[in-house]
């Protein structure tokens, strides 16, 4: 007679119940001390392993603010014989920046130095692998290395916004060099690096810049306004109409520089932590107000809020809530944007016609003022109970800190002191060398067919 398939069950359970009951008696039994320190291990690898991953996730974030963000968002926005030539400013430098960054740029930017620029220790990323760094104890310090390095990419390609459709591709490779080693990697290692003179823990005067109002966008903005004095004037501006060949292109560019913003925002905490959260939430909240307060102004001005107004209203609220992004609440972040709005229209609508600098895509106007602004304000709005980085003590102004708006004045100044000056410097080296403006016939030709041989569109049947 054949078992039953309940008895089959049993016998081939047994085996394993046997084996388990043997383990069981050779064992170790671990004490609670044992036990407790196993579970605190297995936190801090699962922490570590949600930090890294965030981490990773936010350096794609700010790299695709970059390209394909700023790529279209510039692109959309020149006319159609320049739109390659623009998008290939923001491609080109997703290289060659990373390049100096592997070679030297981290090392000048995050070894510890001296007050102004670091040392060679980490000279062609030697020393720098998974095991994690001073600056972010949860993470690798390799995704510390390549998150900071896409804030390194995107900011001279910011800068192109002012020189667009008149600069040489050569001329705008070497300055974008010089650029990196005379103005930014200084100012990096100043504000972030370990020694910086304004470097929030320990730096002689600490700036509040979380993620990068006077690193990123004064440096670059001024930079730019110095370019389009430089350069002058592309040929027929404010004479004739030079509208953008695709504001649907800008649009989508300036919707995903929304997106990846959080990224360079929020991942600046170094963590998935709460400080990630309210960076998240004051990000948001600011270039919501900032779009609207550009409109309302634009729309009582001109008779028409338009979709241009809108995204550059967004773009200058996100720029202006960068610095204050880790240390302000919801409120005060709406507020930051709905200046950061009113202050920039005014520069880029009234300012700029005025005084007609041909700042192209209105760089200056909006990452250089915006930037000062958010710059200025973090140190009114900023909070201990968002960030406690000065140990109990009073962090802005409206908490009893009114010393800090010196500190971030001076944190500003600098910032626009080096990209003054050091731009002003290395245009002169480079008009030295190969030159900085394209030809009269170049720039009428359009910069897409005479210095890239290709074009955008293609129109023909």
């Known amino acids: 007679m054949m078992p039953s398939l309940k008895t089959l069950t049993r016998l081939s359970v047994l085996p394993f119940l ?32 949600g930090d890294n991953a965030w981490m990773l996730v936010s350096a794609a974030l700010v790299l695709m603010m970059t390209g394909p963000g700023l790529a279209l968002f510039y692109g959309g926005l020149v006319r159609p014989k320049n739109i390659l030539s623009t998008m290939m400013h923001s491609f080109i430098l997703m290289g060659v920046v990373t390049i100096i960054w592997a070679i030297a740029g981290y090392s000048l930017s995050f070894a510890e130095g001296n007050w102004l620029i670091g040392d060679f220790r980490f ?41 667009a459709e008149r600069m040489k591709f050569s001329g705008m490779l070497l300055f974008t060099v010089l650029w990196m080693f005379i103005v930014y990697f200084p100012m990096a ?38 370019c389009a004095l430089v350069l ?24 995903l520089l929304w997106v990846g913003w959080f990224g360079f925002n929020a991942g600046s905490a170094l ?13 948001h909240f600011a270039a919501a107000s900032a779009a609207l307060s550009w409109l309302c102004i634009e729309w009582r ?11 550059s209203g967004c773009v200058a609220g996100l720029v202006a809530i960068t610095p204050a992004s880790g240390f302000v609440k919801p409120m005060p972040a709406i507020a930051i944007g709905i200046a950061a709005g009113l202050i920039c229209y005014t520069m880029v609508s009234i300012v700029k016609s005025k005084f007609k600098y041909d700042d192209s895509l209105d760089a200056f106007g909006v990452h250089g003022i915006g930037g000062t602004v958010g710059a200025l304000l973090t140190g009114v709005f900023a909070v201990k109970e968002v960030q406690d980085v000065f140990n109990g003590k009073p962090v802005g102004l409206l908490e009893g800190n009114g ?36 030809t009269d016939d170049d720039e009428r030709e359009g910069l897409d067919l005479s210095m890239h041989g290709e074009e955008g569109y293609n129109f023909q049947a």
């Open 189 to 226: 290692h100043m504000v972030w690096g370990k020694g910086g003179l304004l470097n929030v823990n320990g730096g002689k005067f600490p700036c509040l810049d979380f993620a990068g109002g006077t690193v990123v966008h004064i440096t670059s903005g001024m930079s730019a306004l110095v």
């Open 123 to 163: 000279l062609f990323l030697n020393g720098v692998g998974t095991a994690p760094s001073d600056y972010a104890p949860t993470i690798p310090q390799l995704t510390f290395m390549i998150y900071q390095l896409m804030f390194a990419v995107i900011t001279p390609a910011l800068i192109s916004g002012a020189y």
């Open 403 to 438: 010393g800090q708006m010196l500190n971030q004045a001076l944190g500003a100044g600098i910032a626009i002191f080096l990209g003054v000056v050091g731009s002003l410097v290395i245009l002169r080296i480079v008009k030295a060398t190969v030159g900085i403006r394209a």
């Open 232 to 255: 002058g004037k592309r040929q027929g501006a404010f004479v004739e109409a030079m509208k953008p060949n695709s504001m649907v292109l800008s649009t989508v560019g300036a919707c």
């Open 18 to 49: 046997f084996s388990v009951a043997a383990f069981a008696q050779n064992a170790p039994v671990l004490t609670v001390e044992q036990r407790l320190a196993n579970a605190e291990q297995a936190v801090k690898a699962a922490q570590s392993a």
């Open 301 to 311: 001005r001109q008779g028409k809020p338009s979709m241009l107004g809108g995204i």
């Open 271 to 283: 963590n998935a932590s709460g400080l990630a959260s309210s960076a998240f939430v004051a990000t």
